[in-house]
């Protein structure tokens, strides 16, 4: 069984910086990843993916240019350094990864889920 684990998340006032982690129960060689988030009240949304390789990355409109997806070199770890943190980006980080090698922005592309980790913005 395939698990994935977030850490990293906390409480941080707007303007600070967070680094959230994901670690995957084995190494995934061959799969692309991606972090989501879930604010209450509102549906699951895409935030970024990166390939398997590392070498493509995608991120919404609403995080590009602060917040940075990464991966480990031995492919089985996942970052998201995310900075200049707004209220607006409080909900639950959740790292999702995917059979493909690539993924894209639906949640549906992705096959394994991890719990989540709050993050949450004081203003």
């Known amino acids: 069984q395939v698990q994935l684990v977030e850490s990293g998340g906390g409480l941080v006032q707007a303007g600070g910086s967070l680094r959230l982690s994901c670690a995957a129960s084995r190494i995934f060689s061959s799969y692309a990843m991606g972090w989501f988030r879930q604010a209450p009240g509102k549906e699951r949304e895409f935030v970024a993916t990166i390939s398997w390789s590392g070498s493509s990355t995608s991120s919404a409109d609403s995080v590009k240019g602060r917040f940075t997806i990464s991966r480990g070199y031995a492919k089985n770890t996942m970052y998201l350094q995310m900075n200049s943190l707004k209220p607006e980006d409080t909900a639950v980080y959740y790292c999702?990864?995917?059979?493909?090698?690539?993924?894209?922005?639906?949640?549906?592309?992705?096959?394994?889920w991890g719990q989540g980790t709050q993050v949450t913005v004081s203003s």
């Open positions: 999702a990864a995917s059979r493909a090698t690539v993924a894209g922005r639906a949640a549906t592309e992705y096959d394994y």
